[in-house]
């Protein structure tokens, strides 16, 4: 009997003092869910292709209500487009997925990782409606990283999480260069539209 006291003793202890470390940094984890997705879009001078990507390993760190950091990924691999007929389709997709795009043998993942979110001040074209932070961080593609900031729509309601953000990233930063000289034939745009729609729930 006096076993059993002290075991659940300090099993009480053990639990109270990681509840105190939780409590003392004050964070909370929003995992993302099936929902989330990376739509894309290039562009060219007669068209366009879009499409999405699937996220894993996602997770979104939320402090006093205010988004403080997070990550994400995106597996190549899953790499969907929209607007061809299914006879193109694998074709534009395996061209993707090759060394002239993203060069998915080497690089099978894409990543963003949040460094830092501040009140939207406005004044950037484009912005996504209703945008109220500005988010930074840092966007790994090609084996290359380079820091990016975008307007967001953040939206954190009790166990609930979304981000809406739209914005254009040069794909030429991270190495990718295929078809970007504007007097060589083919020309496919260097900015590439990226659409990020996350939704997540309280871990």
């Known amino acids: 009997m006096k076993k059993t ?44 292709n879009n499409g999405s990507f699937d996220i894993s390993e996602d997770y979104i760190i939320v402090k006093q209500g205010k988004i403080t950091g997070g990550s994400f990924v995106f597996p190549i691999v899953s790499i969907k ?67 990016i900031s975008f307007p967001a729509d953040i939206n954190i309601t009790g166990n609930k999480l979304s981000v809406e953000a739209k914005f254009e990233i040069d794909r030429t930063k991270w190495g990718m260069h295929y078809a970007s000289d504007p007097d060589a034939g083919l020309y496919i745009h260097k900015d590439v539209q990226l659409y990020f729609k996350l939704s997540g729930e309280r871990k």
């Not at 053990?14 to 105190?20: D, N, P, S, T, V």
């Open 81 to 147: 487009n929209f607007n061809l007929p299914d006879s193109l389709k694998e074709q534009l997709l395996h061209h993707l997925k090759s060394a002239d795009f993203f060069n998915m043998a080497l690089y099978p993942e894409a990543s963003f990782s949040i460094t830092k979110v501040q009140p939207y001040p406005g004044g950037i074209p484009d912005a996504i409606a209703g945008a109220n932070y500005l988010i930074g961080g840092n966007f790994t593609m090609l084996g290359k990283t380079n820091a």
């Open 5 to 48: 006291i002290t075991t659940c003793f300090w099993s009480a202890m053990i639990l109270m003092a990681a509840c105190k470390k939780t409590n003392q940094r004050g964070e909370t984890q929003y995992k993302l869910n099936s929902n989330s997705v990376v739509e894309w879009k290039g562009t060219m001078d007669n068209g366009f």
